[in-house]
C-alpha cells in the first residue's frame, strides 16, 4: 500500500504531512473495509453453494484470490498505521531548548591565582615594608628593590599571601644572623606551599654591603637556587658581599633579632624556634 511504503521507520512527520497521511489512511481504511464485507458475503456463498454475484468497481468479480490479496493489504495497512505514531513517539524533532544544551559551551576554567606583587614595576616596590610579628616582637623591614627586584619580588608576594604566617626561625649562628622563611616549618603546611618552596630565583648579587640589619636571600652552593629561605645579620658578614642577594633593611626591631639569636641552641638549631605569628605588607611608615 502507498501510505505504508513512503512512511520510513526511524523517521519523524511533520505536523502537516501527518495530517494528510491519516486522511489517505481513513479513505483507504473505508475502502479495504468494504472489500473486506464483500469477501465475506463471497465466502458465505461458497459455503452455503447459492448463486450470488457482487461486483467491485468495474464489476470485477470478488473471487479468492482477490480476497486474499485484500487480506494482506488490509494487514499492511493496520501495520503501517501503527508504525507511525511509534515512529514519531521514538524520534521526536528536538526542540530549540534541547540543542542549546546539547550545544552549551563548558564554563571557563577559574583563572590561576595570582600574588599582589606579580609583575610590579620596582617603583610600585620601593617604600614598602614587611613587619614580622613574631614570638618576641615586631621586625620591620624595608625593601631594597633596586638591588635586588625578583628577590624583593618574591619576598613581599609571601608575606601578602600569608605564606610566612606559623613559620620559625629554624637557623641560628651565634652573634651573626639569623634564618627564616623554611615554610615546612608552617603550622598551616600544604602543596601550596610545597609549590612556593621549589619555585627558584635568579642569583641577584649587588653593591649593597652584607652589614648588621641587612635582610639577604640564603641558599645553597648551586647558582639561582634561592627559594624561601632569608636571614638576618646580626653582626657583619663582608664575606658574603657580591654573592648572596641582598633585598631588605631592618629599620625598627634589630633588638628583636639579636634576641632571638641569643636564645639556647643546639649547634646551629634553636630548642625552642621563635614563630612567626603574621607576617604584612604595608607602606614604610615616615
Do not use: Y
Not at 453453494?49 to 487480506?71: E, L, P, Y
Not at 606551599?193 to 654591603?209: G, I, N, Y
Amino acid at each position: 500500500m502507498k501510505f505504508a511504503k513512503e512512511t520510513q521507520p526511524g523517521l519523524p512527520l511533520s505536523q502537516s504531512t501527518f495530517a494528510q497521511r491519516r486522511q489517505e489512511a481513513k479513505a483507504q481504511r473505508q475502502e479495504s473495509e468494504h472489500a473486506w464485507r464483500l469477501c465475506s458475503f463471497a465466502s458465505l456463498r461458497e459455503e452455503l453453494g447459492q448463486n450470488i454475484r457482487f461486483f467491485v468497481r468495474g464489476s470485477q468479480r470478488a473471487d479468492k484470490t482477490f480476497c486474499r490479496a485484500v487480506r494482506v493489504a488490509l494487514a499492511g495497512f493496520m501495520i503501517s498505521t501503527l508504525a507511525a505514531p511509534i515512529s514519531v513517539a521514538q524520534n521526536p524533532t528536538p526542540s530549540t531548548e534541547t540543542l542549546k544544551k546539547a550545544n552549551t559551551r563548558p564554563a571557563d576554567p577559574k583563572p590561576a591565582q595570582t600574588d599582589p606583587f606579580d609583575g610590579s614595576a620596582v617603583e610600585k616596590m620601593i617604600g614598602q615594608c614587611v613587619t614580622l610579628d613574631t614570638e618576641s616582637g615586631l621586625i620591620v623591614i624595608e625593601m631594597l628593590p633596586k638591588a635586588a627586584p625578583e628577590t624583593a619580588r618574591s619576598f613581599l608576594n609571601l608575606a601578602a599571601s600569608g605564606a610566612l604566617d606559623t613559620t620559625t626561625f629554624s637557623r641560628v649562628v651565634r652573634d651573626f644572623v639569623i634564618q627564616g622563611g623554611n615554610l615546612s616549618t608552617s603550622e598551616k603546611w600544604s602543596v601550596e606551599l610545597a609549590k612556593r618552596m621549589a619555585r627558584h630565583l635568579p642569583d641577584e648579587p649587588s653593591a649593597v654591603r652584607h652589614e648588621r640589619g641587612i635582610v639577604s636571600m640564603a641558599r645553597a652552593e648551586e647558582p639561582n637556587s634561592a627559594t624561601t629561605h632569608f636571614f638576618i645579620l646580626i653582626g657583619d658578614g663582608p664575606h658574603l658581599d657580591g654573592k648572596f642577594a641582598a633585598f631588605g633593611r631592618v629599620v625598627r626591631g634589630i633588638e628583636v633579632a639579636v634576641a632571638i639569636n641569643h636564645a639556647p641552641l643546639e649547634g646551629e638549631t634553636p630548642l625552642a624556634p621563635v614563630r612567626i605569628k603574621l607576617a604584612t605588607v604595608a607602606p614604610c611608615a615616615k
